[in-house]
């Protein structure tokens, strides 16, 4: 009865200290891709999107729209990737611009950079790894 006790004990102790390193790992992946995707953004999105997210009148669309960037959660990579022309409906303001590619970025940096816009500007979305971004972008028209 006693070393059934102790055993259960160990168990859940193992058991519960498993769960806690996991999510540590994934905290930590999550501020890691944070952080360097706070950095591409800047080098490679800033100068028209604003260091706010809140574009640029009716040239630049605003990426503080939380329920579009949801919206298009798995089409972001490509749009990241590719550029994007002809209109597009954010906030209920049609622009109609030209958003240049991006295709020296890895599929990492891509991820970086959604986990960035994604959890800024007002936004609070779950981590996104360069796996999912993969995934994306084989997707991609
Ligand atoms: C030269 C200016 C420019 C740069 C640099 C740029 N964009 Fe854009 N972006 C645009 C324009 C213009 C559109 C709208 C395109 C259209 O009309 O279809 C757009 C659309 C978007 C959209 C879809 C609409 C929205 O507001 O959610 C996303 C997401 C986006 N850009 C993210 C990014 C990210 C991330 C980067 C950096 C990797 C970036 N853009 C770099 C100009 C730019």
Do not use: W
């Not at 999105?45 to 574009?55: I, M, P, R, V, W």
């Not at 994007?84 to 954010?90: E, N």
């Amino acid at each position: 009865m006693r070393n059934k006790l102790i055993y259960f004990i160990f168990l859940t102790i193992a058991f519960t200290s498993m769960i806690q390193s996991c999510q540590n790992e994934t905290s930590i992946n999550f501020k890691r891709y944070y952080v360097n995707g706070k950095g591409l953004y800047e080098k490679n999105c800033q100068n028209c999107h604003g260091s706010d997210g809140k574009g640029l009148g009716t040239l630049y669309p605003p990426l503080t729209d939380s329920s579009y960037l949801n919206l298009k959660r798995n089409k972001l990579a490509c749009i990241i990737r590719n550029g994007q022309t002809g209109t597009v409906r954010v906030n209920n303001i049609a622009y109609d611009g030209i958003m240049p590619g991006n295709q020296t970025l890895a599929d990492i940096d891509i991820a970086q950079v959604i986990v960035y816009i994604t959890n800024s500007f007002g936004n609070k979305q779950d981590f996104y790894d360069s796996e999912f971004a993969k995934n994306d972008l084989v997707k991609c028209k």
